[in-house]
């Protein structure tokens, strides 16, 4: 079955400081990608999407991700974290099967630190 | 552009009672939607997927009496957990699919408690 995985449950930057989230998805010639964020009580919010083309995607909020083939890795990146930035961030990948569906990974919380 | 709305933002009821959850795209016709739960600290989990004017699609394990999914329109989905039991106390975000775009464009969610 098709599934994406964040290594990292929790990580802690110091506020302006670079961030990297992993993920890796399981397969798929061409797979579609997502990075979505998640603030308390809220509800998900696209930072950026990968589809063909670049392999370096840019997003809201100066973040940007780079897809890896041999690395089945889709990781995203900051260069400065501001503490705004403290959330939760799932990735996610869309179905391979013609069906639409998206399937996440268990999300990787964020704590930035003055 | 594309901005789904859900009702309530959040709800309290008795155990036993059923609640309605309504999922609309304002700004775009939604040929498919869909609904997730998401308990604290964990993932989203893909409970159905809605298409207007069919029976929705349930995942392995959701109970669809329990959990009734109805698509009427290209713009409304709404999601009715019957006999409500505390163990249904959940946040719930439904999403609305843009045809063609393959992106799924999430509400803000729902928050059931379940006394």
């Known amino acids: 079955a098709q599934s994406v995985t964040q290594p990292d449950i929790h990580i802690t930057v110091s506020e302006g400081a670079s961030l990297e989230l992993r993920c890796n998805y399981s397969?798929?010639?061409?797979?579609?990608l997502f990075w979505y964020v998640q603030s308390p009580g809220q509800g998900l919010q696209l930072l950026l999407k990968?589809?063909?083309?670049?392999?370096l995607v840019q997003g809201i909020k100066g973040f940007e991700a780079e897809f890896k083939r041999s690395q089945s890795s889709f990781n995203l990146r900051k260069p400065s974290v501001h503490w705004s930035d403290a959330a939760e961030y799932f990735c996610?990948?869309?179905?391979?099967?013609?069906?639409?569906?998206?399937?996440f990974g268990t999300g990787t919380r964020l704590t930035i630190i003055p | 552009g594309a901005v789904v709305s859900q009702h309530p933002s959040w709800v309290i009821c008795k155990s036993g009672t059923s609640v309605k959850i309504e999922c609309r795209s304002l700004?775009?016709?939604?040929?498919?939607m869909f609904w997730y739960r998401q308990f604290p600290k964990q993932s989203l989990m893909l409970m159905a997927t809605?298409?207007?004017?069919?029976?929705?699609?349930?995942e392995q394990g959701v109970e669809k009496d329990k959990f009734l999914i109805n698509h009427a329109s290209l713009t409304l989905s709404t999601l009715t957990v019957t006999s409500a039991h505390p163990e249904d106390s959940s946040f719930y975000i439904c999403?609305?699919?843009?045809?063609?775009?393959?992106?799924?464009?999430f509400g803000p969610g729902t928050r059931l408690t379940v006394l």
């Open positions: 999403s609305a699919d843009l045809a063609g775009v393959h992106e799924q464009f």
């Open positions: 397969y798929g010639a061409t797979p579609y």
């Open positions: 990968y589809f063909s083309g670049d392999t």
């Open positions: 996610a990948q869309l179905s391979n099967f013609g069906n639409e569906k998206l399937t």
């Open positions: 700004d775009f016709q939604a040929t498919t």
């Open positions: 809605s298409n207007e004017g069919s029976k929705a699609t349930y």
